[in-house]
């Protein structure tokens, strides 16, 4: 098993026992910023050690137990004592070993070694004290290692963690390369002092960026606006800067008198410590406070620290210059142009999808959307698309004329030509899109039911009582990626039924007129197609089961509670439905809210009522009939060579409809 992994390999989002400090540095290395190159070690390796060398009652779960005394120093010794002279195991040994000479092949001239805190509470996670710098061997990588994992066995430590009501506590590692830099500071996105969000503040010195940000070495000052205006500077004289010796111990030392008077900064330096500031903000979506440093011409990020306290900032949509002028926002939002799915709550949650939606409505009618920005828009729950860019999409559908959408007032795309043709490539990719849209959409909804099937099953025997944190975040974490999958799919089957509707219509309203949507209600929208329908059905044929039993009659005619047999007939009702989860996740749902006081009311009123319960026993005969009905009138009045397009759209919508309405429901 490999415990140690390189920062950019980790992905946090599916990492366990890093801590929320070293998941920050892997977001930010693998976001590319400059981070020094490192690894991690999770906390598993030191949970590995406790074991091995502590008893029970002697871990961090029991030191940290609040009905278990409090140790004393010389026992704490002991433990820090035991846990750092304990064997790291070969295996561990080996790869710090590994990380150490990869490390040295890049040209580090030493090694740091950050210990971190991994606790059950969030804001109990922290830095373990200094972090070990100078680390010039194998030997002393693992002997810090070893004394990292001793760190938590503290007195201090452990009272600010029972104060916390922490329960669960580890350690985490990260090894990396020292930057050895002359000029270093910290920067903070949110005035430190007046808290002032419109206003950053630079430090910088010499040497170490902790001696700068600790305040143990004089320092220059800058007041600069968000938007890059100096407001204020201070130029100190910096006679003294914090440095470590062979050995890793900190040591102040004399700066030379010709720096020692002048500006730590350049101009240029001081933007690329502001743009690093900027970039690391926008993608943590929180102020924060940076130490950084200076080493051969090149700005490293060395420690990030997200303010507390303090709200998120919203990312905010860019849009290029030179395309805000293909921004034609639609003046209705997309809940409003097709209620039934996507009200604003639905929205909220699957707008993520909106152009995948989009996009696979295009790729349904062999059109290809390519890397248009900007195609949805977001605001407070509600969908808005924009018309410039689709407009862009729609004239690269092959047989689509471009001179058509000209004249009724499109504007065209600057490289569309009104002369362009469709070439054979075109039309091979479009029929591929086709394919792969229609075809083998059944295939992929098929594969993910049964997967919808199984996670379902999983989710619903967990007790989230029952795990802890790392196990939930894992869950959440799985769940997510899942969700995703399933949000994708679902846009993708209803794009191909929006194009197969399309195409139902502009055959059967060019043919019947006016009598087309009684005719398509009748052919589509049945019970064996919409589950709101279905619901009604399968009601009604409860009631008609239940009205032969005379207890169930009697119950109708009186006040009483309802029997033991029929609360059972309602909870196997409700469990084959699940509307009730259906009406959480869409208050606009046109399903109603089944919960079982209602669901007793409603069979009382069917069982109670003579003529509504014998028109629920023909309601189905009904249904049957209209359809057979249909089916005779479209075959009469659609001419013979239209016989094969029109069974082919049937029969698609029909089962297009069931999945569709079948991952909604799921």
């Known amino acids: 098993m490999h415990l140690l992994e390189p920062i ?3 992905v946090p989002r599916r990492a366990q026992g890093y801590g929320e400090h070293i998941l920050r540095t ?10 020094p190159a490192g690894s991690a070690l999770a906390r598993t390796a030191a949970d590995a050690i406790y074991e091995s060398v502590l008893a029970p009652e002697e871990r961090l779960a029991a030191l940290l137990d609040p009905h278990n005394a409090f140790p004393t120093e010389a026992v ?4 820090r004592e035991r846990v750092r002279a304990a064997p790291l195991g070969p295996e561990l040994s080996e790869q710090l070993s590994e990380a150490f000479r990869t490390l040295q092949s890049l040209g580090a001239p030493a090694v740091a070694v950050a210990p971190a805190l991994v606790a059950d509470k969030l804001g109990a996670q922290r830095w373990l004290g200094d972090v070990l710098l100078g680390v010039s061997s194998e030997a002393r990588l693992l002997e810090a290692v070893s004394a990292a994992f001793a760190a938590p066995f503290d007195a201090g430590l452990l009272r600010t963690l029972r104060a916390g009501d922490v329960r669960d506590a580890s350690v985490s590692v990260l090894v990396q390369r020292v930057v050895d830099g002359l000029v270093s500071g910290v920067v903070y996105t949110r005035h430190p002092v007046t808290a002032d969000a419109g206003e950053w503040l630079v430090r910088s010195g010499y040497g170490l960026a902790s001696g700068v940000r600790r305040c143990l070495v004089p320092s220059d000052v800058f007041r600069v606006s968000r938007d890059g205006f100096i407001r204020d500077s201070v130029v100190v004289d910096k006679t003294r800067m914090l440095v470590t010796d062979d050995t890793g111990v900190r040591q102040e030392r004399e700066v030379p008198a ?3 008077a002048s500006v730590s900064l350049t101009d240029a330096t001081l933007r690329d410590v502001l743009r690093l500031a900027e970039r690391t903000e926008r993608h943590l979506g929180q102020p924060v406070r940076i130490d950084w440093a200076v080493s051969q011409s090149r700005l490293y990020l060395l420690r990030i620290q997200t303010a507390v306290g303090t709200p998120k900032i919203p990312r905010t949509r860019v849009q290029a210059p030179a395309l805000r002028e293909r921004a034609l926002w639609s003046h209705a939002e997309i809940g409003e142009a097709y209620p039934d799915p996507i009200s604003p ?18 790729a349904a009618t062999g059109a290809a959307l390519g890397a248009a920005p900007e195609l949805m828009v977001d605001v407070r729950g509600r969908g808005y698309l924009n018309l410039g860019v689709l407009t862009e999409a729609v004239c690269r559908i092959p047989g689509v004329s471009a001179h058509v959408l000209s004249r009724i007032g499109l504007d065209l795309p600057r490289d569309v030509r009104e002369d362009d043709r469709v070439g054979p490539i075109d039309l091979t990719r479009a029929v591929l899109r086709v394919y792969d849209s229609h075809v083998r959409l059944s295939e992929k909804l098929g594969i993910l039911a049964t997967r919808m099937a199984d996670e379902r099953g999983h989710f619903a025997g967990l007790d989230a009582r029952l795990l802890s944190p790392q196990a939930s975040e894992r869950v959440l974490c799985d769940a997510e990626a899942f969700l995703g999958e399933a949000g994708t799919e679902l846009m993708r089957a209803h794009g191909a039924w929006l194009v197969t509707l399309a195409a139902f219509r502009m055959l059967f ?4 007129g006016a009598d087309a949507l009684r005719i398509e209600r009748d052919l589509l929208w049945g019970p064996d197609e919409l589950l709101s329908v279905r619901s009604g059905r399968d009601f009604l044929k409860l009631g008609r089961t239940l009205s032969r039993d005379t207890r169930a009659r009697a119950w109708a005619e009186s006040s009483k509670e309802a029997p033991q047999f029929v609360r059972e007939a309602l909870d196997e009702f409700e469990q084959q439905h699940r509307h009730e989860g259906m009406f959480l996740l869409d208050p606009q749902s046109p399903r109603w809210r089944e919960t079982p006081r209602r669901l007793e009311a409603a069979l009382r009123v069917l069982l109670s009522d003579p003529m509504g319960l014998a028109f629920a026993i023909e309601r189905e005969q009904l249904v049957r009939g209209r359809r057979e009905r249909a089916e005779r009138e479209w075959k009469r009045k659609l001419s013979l060579p239209l016989w ?6 049937i029969r698609r919508m029909r089962e297009l409809t069931r999945q569709r309405e079948g991952l909604f429901s799921d």
């Open 26 to 35: 892997v977001q930010l290395a693998r976001a590319g910023l400059p981070v």
């Open 8 to 10: 950019e390999s980790i």
């Open 644 to 649: 094969p397009v029109a069974r082919l759209l």
């Open 345 to 362: 709550f639905t929205w909220s949650l699957l707008g993520r999808f909106g152009r995948v939606g989009v996009a696979n409505v295009l």
């Open 509 to 512: 309203g060019a043919s019947f």
């Open 76 to 79: 704490l010794g002991a433990l």
């Open 258 to 260: 010709a720096l020692a």
